[in-house]
């Protein structure tokens, strides 16, 4: 019986590490809110200073912006460790702004047990 509450405890800390959508589906998620100009799931889905930004600026625009440039997200790829941050990661993100296609780089954060676009 000893060794059943140590089975617990690494059971529920290794339960814990790792949030279910991946970094590429959580700017995915972020794009998708932003194009649907759904700010419940921008807020929910973009955390640190890009959260800090919309939350000074308002999230209609944030969404006019996006618009105005006639933003259609294309693909999320590739997440790779953030050497600043061991709870970051950077995606490749391919976009079409202003009629022309686009790369740019998402930095998503861990928040709360979820990623959440944290840069653009």
Not at 7 to 21: G, I, M, N
Not at 71 to 88: E, I, K, Q, W
Request: glycine share 8%; with cysteine; proline share 3%.
């Amino acid at each position: 019986m000893r060794g059943a509450p140590i089975v617990f405890l690494l059971f529920t800390a290794c339960s814990k590490s790792t949030p279910e959508v991946t970094p590429e589906q959580a700017t995915a998620n972020y794009f998708a809110a932003l194009s649907a100009g759904n700010c419940s799931a921008i807020a929910s889905t973009s955390g640190g200073d890009l959260a800090k930004k919309i939350s000074t600026e308002g999230c209609a625009a944030a969404v006019d912006e996006a618009k105005s440039h006639g933003l259609v997200f294309v693909s999320a790829t590739g997440a790779r460790p953030d050497g600043r941050d061991a709870n970051a990661r950077l995606v490749d993100v391919a976009i079409k702004s202003d009629g022309k296609d686009k790369k740019i780089i998402a930095r998503v954060t861990q928040e709360n047990g979820a990623w959440k676009v944290a840069a653009l």
